[in-house]
């Protein structure tokens, strides 16, 4: 996800969230599963030297990276802690974002109440995740293919169809729903796909549980491989308010 996050439909959704989440100078922004700290320059010098950016992640590799990646922004705060208990004030962010992490995470409608509880009212939210049933990828085998996107839907993503949903989500946790966006990342590079999407590891999976018969997926895999390529999913973001 890290490097479709930065191929060129990766970097358009993710500039398009910051444009319209619109951090402003002096405010307190929460990025929520900030990962390795990826996205937490950019917010920093929205707020500028009065406001606040706190990243919140429950992995320990990944809170030490952001830490390393934002050496020297005395703004940023990198916090431990989980979307379903954020260690933050209610009501005392002004901006968040939640970036691809919904999909991973227990509970995700309870994950959007915390985040709502945190916000100050006119507060502002971007969301984005990706829907799993749109996952595309050519073959002349079509039913190959069909049956490798449906065994990730199934059994490699907690929540694979939560971008669908961000809006409904958003909505019952009592956030005031003002955009739906969706972009498309495309991939033309085998071996690019490969290590982002998975193609030959979550095939072996299929295989190994019988999902998919052995020599139809070793001859699809290798079909990929072999010719043009092409492969895409579906990115849904969502622009709410408190």
């Known amino acids: 996800m890290l490097r479709a996050a930065a191929g060129d439909a990766g970097r358009v959704y993710k500039q398009q969230l910051l444009d319209l989440l619109d951090p402003q100078e002096g405010q307190t922004v929460l990025d929520v599963g900030c990962g390795p700290g990826t996205d937490l320059p950019a917010l920093a010098e929205r707020v500028g030297d009065r406001g606040t950016v706190i990243g919140v992640d429950r992995d320990p590799a990944m809170l030490a990276q952001a830490r390393e990646r934002t050496t020297g922004l005395h703004r940023v705060e990198i916090r431990e802690g989980d979307v379903h208990a954020l260690p933050v ?3 005392t962010v002004d901006r968040a974002k939640i970036d691809r992490v ?9 994950a959007l109440v915390q985040l ?3 916000t100050r009212p006119r507060a502002r939210i971007g969301l984005a995740e990706p829907d799993w049933d749109t996952l595309i990828v050519d073959a002349e085998d079509l039913e190959t293919s069909r049956a490798f ?3 990730t839907t199934a059994e490699m993503v907690r929540h694979a169809t939560i971008g669908r949903s961000l809006a409904r989500f958003a909505e019952q946790a009592g956030f005031s729903v003002e ?3 969706a972009t498309t990342p495309i991939f033309r590079d085998f071996q690019d796909a490969d290590h982002t999407l998975g193609l030959g590891r979550n095939m072996q999976k299929a295989i190994n549980e019988g999902r998919i018969d ?3 997926g070793h001859r699809w895999f290798t079909g990929l491989s072999n010719g043009p390529f092409y492969a895409s999913f579906t990115v849904v973001s969502v622009i709410c308010s408190r």
């Open 214 to 216: 052995r020599d139809r």
């Open 116 to 118: 709502h509880r945190a």
């Open 89 to 91: 004030e209610p009501g």
């Open 149 to 151: 996107t449906r065994y």
């Open 179 to 181: 955009a739906v966006l």
């Open 102 to 110: 919904l999909m991973h995470v227990a509970e995700p409608a309870d």
